[in-house]
């Protein structure tokens, strides 16, 4: 069974930083894209970042040039260093992997979501 866990989220000032970490583990043959979603208070969830099994990397608009993804394939785990937070991020964050099992094939797999309150 694949199971992902989140970690990194909490209370950050306006300005801040926080880096969040996600983490796959089980009977693991592959993981295609990796990304990090956001669902804030009452609005749907939105595609913050994603990258590909070769690097390439994707961005909401919103965050460009403030956050980076990136991921350690021999880890399974995908990171996400978000720089200069705004409270209207404040939000759960999940991360989001397409991983490849024997008993499955592909199939997307969500994590648990963490927290990140941006506030003074």
């Known amino acids: 069974q694949v199971q992902l866990v989140e970690s990194g989220g909490g209370l950050v000032q306006p300005g801040g930083s926080l880096r969040l970490s996600c983490a796959a583990s089980?009977?693991?043959?592959?993981?295609?894209?990796m990304g990090w979603y956001r669902q804030a208070p009452g609005k749907q969830r939105e595609l913050v970042a994603t990258?590909?099994?070769?690097?390439?990397?994707n961005y909401a608009d919103s965050v460009k040039g403030r956050f980076t993804i990136s991921r350690d394939n021999a880890r399974n785990t995908v990171y996400l260093q978000m720089n200069s937070l705004k409270p209207e991020e404040t939000a759960v964050y999940y991360c989001?992997?397409?991983?490849?099992?024997?008993?499955?094939?592909?199939?997307?797999?969500w994590g648990q979501g963490i927290q990140v309150t941006v506030s003074s």
């Open positions: 089980g009977r693991i043959f592959g993981v295609n894209t």
């Open positions: 990258i590909t099994v070769g690097g390439r990397t």
């Open positions: 989001n992997e397409d991983i490849w099992t024997p008993s499955s094939g592909t199939k997307g797999y």
